[in-house]
């Protein structure tokens, strides 16, 4: 999948999803063991990073280039700031949260 491709998809769910009035930017994202997303750099074990900003209603999502579900990577970002993007981020990783933002993920990229 392109980058045009992904961009395509990230404005079609962002309808979907109720996100009209973010500024959604996808851009692939280099992994790094200290990731700065000013660099387009990514957490280095994970497919996504989403990285969003609550008072101007925007949001940068970052793909790994490699990522073999670049669909479901990028609607799990935009689920997450569909579901978190009204309040800042913490940081604070929980498993089952992502476990099951990736099974509704899936879901959704499978049945689009």
């Known amino acids: 999948m392109t980058i045009r491709e992904l961009r395509g998809h990230a404005a ?5 999803l109720g996100l009209r009035e973010w500024e959604i930017q996808v851009h692939w994202g ?9 660099q387009l750099e990514m957490s ?14 925007h949001a940068l999502i970052l793909i790994n280039k490699r990522s073999q579900i670049p669909l479901e990577t990028l609607i799990h970002e ?18 089952l949260y992502e476990r099951a933002l990736n099974t509704i ?4 990229a499978t049945s689009y």
């Open 44 to 57: 280095e074990d994970c497919d996504g990073n989403a990285w969003w900003f609550t008072e101007e209603s």
């Open 30 to 38: 280099s992994p790094s063991k200290a990731p700065d997303p000013s």
């Open 12 to 16: 079609s769910w962002k309808k979907r």
């Open 78 to 95: 935009l689920l997450h700031v569909r579901l978190e993007g009204h309040k800042p981020a913490t940081g604070k990783y929980d498993p």
């Open 105 to 108: 993920a899936k879901e959704l």
